[in-house]
């Protein structure tokens, strides 16, 4: 099975916007964006990682950048959080 993509839904977008890996707003130019960002590899599994990060830290009005993982890779922890 050769995988060529990455779904964007609303959490991948959202997750991807804030972290900084895309500006864009349309799916098909956020997949871009991330194919870019993104080794092959991962391409399997990163929707569902995504996905379980805007469910339950990245959430859409409050996310919880205090429990986030990831906040020092992050734009908008960065952008809202740090001086």
């Not at 099975?1 to 349309?26: F, Y």
């Not at 959430?59 to 986030?68: F, Y």
Request: glycine residues 4%; hydrophobic residues 30%.
């Amino acid at each position: 099975m050769s995988l060529s993509g990455i779904a964007v839904d609303t959490h991948c977008r959202r997750v991807a916007n804030r972290v900084g890996l895309s500006k864009e707003e349309d799916p098909n130019k956020i997949e871009q964006d991330l194919i870019k960002a993104i080794p092959k590899e991962y391409f399997k599994d990163v929707n569902h990682l995504f996905i379980w990060h805007g469910r339950y830290t990245c959430i859409s009005r409050t996310p919880k950048c205090n429990l986030c993982t990831i906040s020092k890779y992050c734009k908008h922890y960065s952008e809202s959080f740090l001086i």
